[in-house]
């Protein structure tokens, strides 16, 4: 049953937490200085580390390595629907994160605050992960009812 709709869900969720790595949650300028908050930290304009903090990257590898996990728990559906919660859980983490770290660059006294590509994905990574939850509650469902008509 690999090739069904939350395999896909679930794939997405991968594909948005690599990109998620790849881009910046936010874009700022501080003193005429432009940064970009990314999963590595504070990085300036020239791509050098003003304040390195990996945690963004750490929960975006947890994230797409308990994604793919689930895919390949598509033999029991229970175990699959216990991985997607956890997945929805760290998550969680993963925007609290994002939100904190935005609300403390809006506490200092930057000029203009700019949100990036990797805040829009990690919400997007959220709604497959829930419609991947829903997809394989569907499908256990349908079994229960295939095995009571049996």
Do not use: W
């Amino acid at each position: 049953m690999i090739q069904r709709i939350q395999t896909l869900f679930l794939a997405l969720v991968v594909l948005a937490e690599v990109l998620v790595s790849q881009f910046s949650f936010a874009s700022f300028t501080k003193e005429s200085i432009a940064y970009s908050l990314t999963t590595s930290g504070i990085l300036n304009s020239d791509g050098n580390p003003v304040r390195e903090d990996h945690k963004q990257l750490i929960l975006a590898l947890v994230i797409a390595i308990i994604a793919i996990v689930s895919i390949f728990l598509f033999k029991n559906r229970k175990s699959q629907v216990k991985a997607t919660s956890i997945l929805s859980l760290v998550i969680l983490v993963q925007l609290a994160f994002i939100g904190t770290s935005l609300y403390q660059l809006n506490a200092d006294t930057i000029e203009s605050l700019q949100i990036g590509t990797s805040s829009f994905l990690s919400v997007i990574s959220m709604i497959f992960t829930l419609l991947a939850s829903k997809a394989i509650k569907k499908d256990e469902a349908l079994v229960k009812s295939v095995d009571r008509i049996r």
